[in-house]
């Protein structure tokens, strides 16, 4: 694997140094510089590989550092990375007129150099965004990369970096970012916020991964209301803005009503998420596809379960996952009454703690969801009936129990038989069997073979095992 993965690359580069029959980088659209290194870095490229990796004409490419003895007295060869793919990039990037990517732990200089021969560079994937301290990089974007649109960060580590990543985006052309993203907490705050309103007619897909300090400020991104997909995580997730902040919790709200738009929505630790997404259900103009909420508190979501059906003509994915404690059974007929409604879903994920659905819950929510293609649940004590259900679901491709189950090997072989051509490659994940109700191995041989044959499936079984029990206890006396 790692042999075919390193000839690819040395086939890309060899290209751009005329080392190739067909001239692959002159078609590249994009550079995954975080592939390269995953690959340099990776501990089976070792031994030939490096040798033959660079070998001519990548010999110039070989670099390394310098590293403490070993005991035995031989120094151990370590690649140079950063510099050799800043080495690699200032000879690729000569010869890809038509790239549009760039990916990975760049070097702010090295963007500079290369900005000038890039006029269709449209994306920045940086693993680090100190590139963007820089103001020579603000200036050569903005000079050489007319159509750049789009910006990923994963971790910034500098001092003022909101300020810093505000004047970035002051020096790109109003009105032309698309996306943005920031992967973990890279300290975007409100001048960040602000800034991207100056965006807030073009930006469609916005990811962000903010804090305590900058949760409060996330309504100043109020002229942002062209957006599409909007996912914000909440790295502490302990603040409620509709307890303790009530005036952001609306002015939030406001915004969100606002984009019109709006088509897939996540939110992952964010306290009182549910709350939000209500009056965004129930707005005539937002037509979601795709929900993620996480972390949210069922037994108080009652209004939001209702809501959920404002949107059953146009949601197609919905993943809620929240602990159910102090649900009671009115709450929980709420919540299947809704879901059942929600007939155009093709993905549904209840990833809850604390088991409440019964199989007949279960049941009745599958039987009116028959365009499901991918189906993950728990439940208390899962067993055939539900199996019944679901093999009626022509389009299913993967489908996992999370809670306890109970299946019998009959009840599996015949969903097996039931399977349709729109279900091949299906597949079924046990992940919670019952140890009182476990089928032996040969017994999951037989219906992995079944299943194999009907509709070239797979079945991950996987045995319960209780978290308060030692893995060894009842190995002695």
Request: proline share 4%; aromatic share 8%; with cysteine.
């Amino acid at each position: 694997m790692v042999q075919k993965w390193a000839i690819l690359w040395r086939s890309i580069i060899a290209s751009s140094l005329d080392g190739t029959l067909f001239p692959y980088c002159r078609y590249i659209k994009t550079l995954d510089f975080r592939d390269l290194g995953y690959l340099l870095d990776d501990d089976q490229f070792k031994g030939k590989l490096p040798k033959q990796f660079f070998s001519e004409p990548l010999a110039r490419f070989y670099m390394t550092v310098d590293t403490p003895l070993r005991p035995s007295g031989r120094k151990l060869v370590q690649l140079n990375v950063p510099s050799i793919i800043d080495a690699i990039g200032e000879v690729v990037t000569q010869h890809t007129p038509m790239l549009e990517t760039i990916t990975g732990k760049l070097l702010s200089h090295a963007l500079v150099r290369w900005a000038p021969r890039l006029p269709r560079l449209q994306t920045l994937e940086l693993y680090d965004g100190s590139p963007l301290e820089d103001e020579l990089v603000h200036a050569s974007i903005y000079q050489h990369c007319p159509q750049f649109n789009s910006l990923s960060i994963y971790t910034w580590a500098a001092e003022e970096r909101d300020h810093k990543l505000s004047k970035f985006f002051g020096t790109v052309r109003p009105q032309s970012l698309k996306m943005m993203e920031t992967i973990r907490d890279i300290g975007a705050g409100a001048e960040t916020f602000l800034a991207l309103n100056n965006h807030g007619e073009a930006l469609k897909d916005l990811r962000l991964c903010v804090s305590n300090d900058s949760l409060p400020h996330l309504s100043l991104l109020r002229g942002c209301t062209a957006l599409e997909a909007l996912r914000i995580e909440d790295t502490h997730g302990t603040i409620n803005l509709e307890k303790t902040q009530n005036d952001v919790f609306l002015e939030m709200i406001e915004w969100l009503r606002n984009c019109e738009n709006l088509q897939r929505l996540s939110f992952t630790k964010l306290q009182s998420a549910s709350s939000i997404v209500v009056p965004l259900l129930l707005e005539e103009k937002i037509k979601l596809r795709k929900l993620e909420i996480d972390s949210y508190v069922p037994k108080d979501s009652q209004i939001f379960h209702q809501a959920l059906t404002h949107q059953r003509s146009s949601l197609r994915f919905l993943s809620l996952s929240g602990d159910t404690d102090g649900m009671f059974r009115d709450d929980i007929d709420i919540l299947v009454e809704s879901l059942k409604q929600l007939t155009e879903l093709r993905v549904l994920k209840l990833l809850l703690v604390q088991e409440v659905f019964q199989d007949y819950h279960l049941v009745d929510i599958i039987d009116n969801l028959r365009f499901l293609e991918e189906l993950y649940v728990t439940g208390i004590e899962i067993k055939d009936d539900v199996l019944d259900s679901i093999a009626k679901l022509s389009n299913l491709r993967s489908v996992a129990f999370a809670g306890i189950s109970k299946f019998t090997t009959d009840g599996l072989l015949e969903f097996v038989s039931r399977l349709s051509p729109g279900n091949h490659g299906i597949r079924i994940m046990v992940d919670m069997a019952d140890p009182d109700t476990l089928l032996s191995d040969e017994e999951v041989a037989l219906v992995r073979e079944s299943l194999v044959e009907k509709v070239g499936g797979t079945l991950e079984y996987t045995p319960y095992r209780d978290p308060n029990v030692s893995e060894f206890e009842g190995d002695s006396d």
